[in-house]
């Protein structure tokens, strides 16, 4: 039998961090606005949100804070769609509540859902052309993410502050 006494059990130090794993893209031929914070799910997303209250606050910019989820497609039932939308826009919020404080320091952000296919992971690499149309869409014109941009050319072109360590290590399949 195996005894446990208070104060003789040493735990390890936590590991710091090597450094800040976001990735800044800009994209090409566009005016300054706001700054897109791609949220995917990793354990540097809270950088990432760092990063970009940060970089928003010292530019004097806004925020849009957006989830990625992944996802097989739209649905012809308008209900289930409906339905989908919802459930996908709570999750966002669910996320976005944990990392609203490091959001928050340049002011109020606005929020979005970007949707990819079922076939990317969201924790090695983004699709560049989604990220682009989205930037555009809500008037960014910086694009920070803790994953690499797939392909980063004519869509969004990388930054010279990009981060070494990548989001996740890849998972085991079984």
Same mark, same amino acid.
């Given at each position: 039998m195996n005894t446990l006494t208070p104060g003789r059990h040493v735990h390890a130090p936590p590991?710091?961090?090597s450094t800040v794993a976001a990735r800044t893209y800009t994209l090409p031929g566009r005016p300054a606005g706001r700054v897109l914070a791609v949220l995917t799910g990793a354990r540097a997303d809270q950088d990432v949100a760092r990063h970009a209250g940060q970089l928003a606050a010292r530019t004097g910019q806004k925020i849009t804070a957006a989830v990625a989820f992944r996802s097989t497609g739209f649905s012809i039932n308008a209900l289930l769609h409906l339905a989908r939308q919802r459930r996908l826009h709570r999750q966002a919020d669910a996320v976005l509540a944990t990392h609203s404080d490091a959001l928050t320091a340049a002011g109020h952000y606005e929020s979005a859902v970007v949707v990819l296919s079922a076939r990317t992971n969201p924790y090695h690499r983004l699709p560049a052309r989604t990220l682009a149309r989205l930037a555009a869409r809500t008037g960014a014109a910086t694009v920070i993410t803790s994953v690499p941009v797939h392909p980063p050319g004519p869509h969004l072109t990388p930054s010279t502050a990009t981060a070494? *360590?990548?989001?996740?290590?890849?998972v085991? *399949?079984?």
């Open positions: 590991a710091a961090p070494t *360590r990548t989001a996740d290590p890849p085991p *399949r079984r």
